[in-house]
Each structure stands twice: as C-alpha cells, then as structure tokens.
C-alpha cells in the first residue's frame, strides 16, 4: 500500500512539473503591432509607404518576397545625400550581376512601428520607374519580412504586422510549408505536354504570372514540339531582356488549380533561379489571388483565395512596351511579327495618348493595351511629326 502511495506521489510530482514546464514555454500570442495600407501597380505589384531615418520624404517600397535584404534607390540615396560603403558583396537579377554599396544600421518607419538596425544596398532602379510610371525608392525583402507576420489582405490593400507568436489560421485557406533560406522555394506542379513538380522562387515582386527558365523547359520537356511563342522584352534587375510568352496548361498550388496560365520564358545567363534547385518563379499575377498570411518565423506560408481568384488572366499580346522616361511615355520595344510593328509603331517614338486619352497616366495607357482582339488608336509623334495609327491586339489563348 505504501508502495502505492509512493508511485502515485512520484506521478503527481511528475504531472506538475510537466504542467509547470509547458508554462514557462508556452509561446505568448502574436501581437498585432500596426496596420498599413498599400497600393497596387501592373501585374499585383505591392507598394508601401514608409520614411528613412529623420528624412521627412515618405518613401515608395516594393514589398518583395524575391529579394533576400532591403534595398535603396541610388537616386534617392544621392537626393538624401545619403553616403554608401563600398562593398565586394554582389547581387544578381534576370538581367545582371554587379557588386553594390550599403547604408548600414537604418531605420525604417511605418505608421506604428519602427524598424531598426537594416542594412540597405543601393540599387539603380530607374528601369523599374520607367516600367511603372511611378517612383520606386527601395525595396523590401527578407531583412524585413523575416522579423514579423505579416498579413496580407487584396481585398481591402491593406498590410499587418505581427509580432512573432501563436496564431490560430482562419479556416478555409491552406498551409504551405516552403524552404525559406532568404528566398523562399515552394514545391509546385505544373502541367502542359507533360506534367512537372519542382520547386519555384515564390515572388510577390514579380508582376507576371510564372517566369521559366529556359534550362528547365528544356531539360523537363513541359512543352510538346511546335508550342507556340510570342516574343516580347522583360525587364529586372540589371535592365531589359527578350522573353517568349505562351500559354501553359495548368498550374498547381497546393489544391489551387489555374488553367490556360499566361508564363514567360527567359535564358537564365546569371543563374537567378540556381537552376535545377529551381524551375523559375512564380509570380503576383497568380498570388494576388490570395489573402495571404507570411509567417517566417515559424516557416509558414498561409493561403486563403480572395475576390480576385478567378479574375481571368491577361491574354492579350500587342507586342508594344512603354515606358515613362522622363516624364514622356516612349515606346521601349517592339517585338517582331506582332501587331505594334505591323502597325508601323517604332522603339524611341513619343506616346501622346491611347484611344483618346491624353493623362499621360502610364498604367492606363497599359490596361488599354490589355484588352484583347480590342482595336486601340495610338496618337504618337516621331521626329517633330504627329501620327496615328490602330491595330487590334491578339489574344494567346
């Protein structure tokens, strides 16, 4: 009977102590710190406003889950008259590799919350100001995204940050659980001649529905002979590059399924996808379509679909890239057999307006363009003259 006693003494010391120790570790819940908004430029781009420092300018930030630190505009680091060090460190993007300077020890403000000690490279992105029409003074990766939840809502453009702790998922999405080594790879399938499962970069940065490289079209045989391409010119890091375009069957995340998906497909030269761990990237045209829920800390992704989830996709192919230099919207390139060079339309002419529309508003004259087997009327000026021309935009599909 003792014995008993004793058994069931030592048991319950047991019990409690267990009890005790689950306590002490039991992880506060997370803390929701501020909330933003944000807008959104062609295909999904993020951007957030936030200030450096004591600089009273309100900075524009693309939040990017493609770039591994945080990143400042060389213009608007000489406009701050911001001084960089010198580094050996390189980064490298689709279009180039090239070594880059740093602000050490900075600060970022958002409404609510202060984000101390980043180390910014500097970066040229006067080619993402001309592709967006808008200024760009940085980005926002990893250095960032990894210290906090962040929730992010399409439907209302808004952004949370959370500080690091429990957090029940609400119901109806889905948990991915990526490799998340500064770039984030997730496993995806996807399907056209053959179907394929590999890792992706996972890229809110990228305003395109999937980027493949070329090594893995290839070596993978995802596309059957005779698939057909549209040519056009991608920009990235680094400047402009050709790219094809064409339609891919279907694309699988998790139980999400999109079908007849618009890919491009580039010649990987600077290794940006290290190629075979990854087969390209996936991009914002596809992940708008989720709310999602970012959660580095615990090396969770969370899915839930939104009101853009079954947007259709843009099929229209017109050939025709603008750009706004300086003020002036450009014709940037124009792509051989498309619709834009059968119309006459040359790289370096003047846009003055598209259908009529004279704001001079580069993300408008890009939706006109988007609309396919539309005719669109393009009044432009070459040499001091003013000319029109129409032409109807393709469809891929």
Sequence with gaps: MRKKALILFFFSCFISLFIKAQE??????????????????????????????????????????????????????????????????????????????????????????????????????????????????????????SRYILMLNYDSLRISFYAPGQLKYPKGGYLLKPSLNLLVAQNLTVKDYRSVSTRFLFD???????????????????????????????????????????????????????????????DDKHDVTSYPYMGGLIGNDILRRFNTIFNYPK????????????????????????????????????????????????EGDEVLAVNKNFTQNLNQFKVALQIPNEKVKILYRRNGELNEVEFKVKSIL
């Excluded at 911001?82 to 689709?94: A, D, R, S, V």
């Excluded at 790219?243 to 995340?253: F, G, H, N, S």
């Excluded at 939104?306 to 300086?326: A, I, Q, T």
């Excluded at 124009?334 to 339309?345: F, N």
């Design 204 to 266: 809110i940065g990228a305003g395109v529905c999937m980027l493949l490289s070329k090594e893995f079209i290839n070596d993978s045989s995802l596309f059957a002979k005779g698939k057909k391409f549209w040519s056009k010119e991608g920009e990235g890091l680094g400047g402009r590059l050709d790219m094809d375009l064409t339609l891919l069957k279907e694309v699988r995340i998790g139980p999400y399924h999109f079908k007849r998906v618009p890919v491009h497909v580039f």
């Design 24 to 145: 002490v570790f039991v992880e506060p819940p997370a803390k929701l710190l501020t909330t933003v908004p944000f807008t959104q430029l062609t295909g999904g781009i993020i951007i957030l406003q936030a200030k450096l420092g004591d600089y009273p300018d309100t900075l524009n930030f693309v939040l990017d889950t493609g770039s591994s630190g945080i990143s400042l505009d060389s213009t608007t680091a000489d406009y701050l008259q911001l001084k960089p060090i010198p580094t050996e460190k390189t980064i490298k993007g689709i279009a180039g590799t090239h070594k880059v300077s740093f602000l050490y020890n900075q600060t970022l403000h958002f409404p609510g919350l202060d984000i101390d000690k980043l180390n910014f490279h500097i970066n040229n992105y006067d080619i993402l100001n001309a592709v967006y029409g808008e200024r760009i003074d940085g980005i926002i990766g990893y250095s960032v995204i």
């Design 299 to 346: 090396g969770d992704i969370y899915l839930m679909p939104n009101s853009r989830f079954s947007e259709p996709f843009d099929y229209s192919y017109s050939g025709l890239e603008l750009y706004l230099v300086n003020g002036v919207i450009i014709v940037g390139d124009v792509a051989k057999g498309s619709p834009a060079e059968a119309a006459g339309l040359k």
